[in-house]
């Protein structure tokens, strides 16, 4: 555990303290609650070990920071076409296996997962505006195959796309 259960006990007081004070109706609690915060930040810096980065370090952070929203920017906006980690290294200026373990590192799933995964958060999108054909949904969203998305569809949800839509239309009914 990180902190001592009276620790524990102490944060959760001062947490509780200033959603209380922030609530409060009056002028005099909002300044209550700025001490609290500043007093909760100060315990916070007592209690949990922390680095203080040199100026090296903290451009070695800096530039790690920098590339990888450059490669999710990447693809977040390139989703719907082919993209290879090959040209992301290119582009990079770093070889392939560098850059599929920075990305493995950084991002806790590898190159070809992170683009499945924005492709699918995009596909469900598209899922949601049932008018569209599950064609179109694939194309607008990166997967080259109808039967590839309804498989990682079903392993995801234990559902199939057409009782995904069905269940999300009875919840709108119901709103």
Do not use: W
């Not at 590839?148 to 392993?155: D, G």
Request: aromatic share 12%.
């Amino acid at each position: 555990a990180l902190l001592s259960p009276e620790q524990n006990d102490e944060i959760a007081r001062r947490i509780l303290q200033i959603v209380d004070d922030y609530s409060a109706s009056d002028k005099l609690s909002l300044f209550y609650c700025m001490g609290n915060i500043f007093h909760l930040f100060a315990r916070m810096l007592e209690y949990v070990p922390y680095h203080e980065l040199n100026r090296a370090e903290s451009y070695a952070h800096s530039k790690k920071a920098a590339r990888l929203r450059r490669i999710t920017e990447y693809i977040d906006t390139h989703y719907s076409s082919r993209i290879t980690l090959a040209e992301l290294a290119k582009s990079e200026g770093v070889t392939l296996s560098y850059l599929s373990h920075f990305i493995r590192d950084n991002l806790n799933m590898n190159f070809r997962d992170y683009v499945n995964n924005v492709r699918f958060e995009k596909a469900l999108k598209y899922i949601a505006d049932s008018s569209l054909p599950l064609v179109d949904v694939c194309l607008e969203s990166g997967f080259s195959d109808v039967k590839y998305l309804k498989r990682m569809f079903k392993k995801r949800f234990g559902c199939t796309i057409k009782e995904y839509q069905e269940s999300m239309s009875g919840k709108g009914a119901q709103a």
